[in-house]
């Protein structure tokens, strides 16, 4: 009778001492778990913001717009830089004589497409990132609008010869420009 009183008395001792541990445990996965939640809406709503806001300085978020070089769509694409990523079929003449072929939806695939392939050009270049050039902080968000603005090369130039080789694209708006104003986006 001893040992049955003593095992129930230590199971109940070790339920005392051991409850708050587990309790504890649990809410701190929780709250880890929260946490990374809200960091990956967070990041999330970023990038939407910072694609919508790359929308609007192209095209005034105007998926069907095409401007005077010839670039089209919502983010203005240019029909080498569509063919180079496999949109094959989607040329200026064909969106002009039928703008669904290359729907808002398709559109937003293929810049998230760009961005990607950008950044893999632009990965040994990540150590810029903090640095200051011409007055502008370098940030993710920044290299990645200067990228689509004149390609990942010439944002190479740029960050290589610390801002000295500074192109503009034809409609006479510098890497440096885009840097500046998309430098505050949190993309990391």
């Known amino acids: 009778m001893r040992i049955f009183i003593l095992t129930i008395f230590l199971i109940f001792v070790s339920q005392i001492c051991i409850a708050p541990v ?6 701190m996965l929780k709250i880890r778990l929260l946490i990374d939640y809200a960091d990956r809406r967070h990041h999330e709503l970023e990038f ?8 609007y300085r192209e095209s005034l978020n105007n998926w069907l717009s095409i401007n005077r070089i010839g670039c089209f769509g919502e983010w203005q694409f240019a ?5 180079f ?21 398709l559109q937003l695939e293929a810049m998230k497409g760009l961005i990607k392939l ?9 150590h ?19 990228s689509h603005l ?9 960050l290589n010869s ?6 503009k694209d034809v409609l006479g708006t510098s890497i440096n420009d885009y840097m500046k104003k998309f430098s505050n986006y949190d993309l990391e």
Not at 48 to 55: E, T
Not at 79 to 83: A, F, G
Not at 86 to 105: M, V
Request: avoid cysteine; charge should be positive.
């Open 128 to 146: 810029f990132i903090g640095d200051t050039i011409k007055g502008v902080v370098i940030s993710k968000s920044g290299m990645i609008a200067a």
């Open 85 to 105: 990523m496999g949109y094959r079929k989607i040329t200026l003449k064909k969106f002009k004589a039928n703008p669904d072929i290359f729907p808002r939806e």
């Open 162 to 167: 610390n801002g000295r080789i500074n192109r």
């Open 79 to 83: 029909e080498s830089t569509l063919r």
């Open 22 to 27: 587990i309790d504890f445990k649990l809410k």
């Open 48 to 55: 939407s913001r910072f694609l919508n806001d790359l929308g």
């Open 118 to 126: 950008n950044l893999s050009y632009l990965r040994n270049y990540e």
């Open 150 to 158: 004149g390609g990942a090369g010439t944002l190479m130039k740029f």
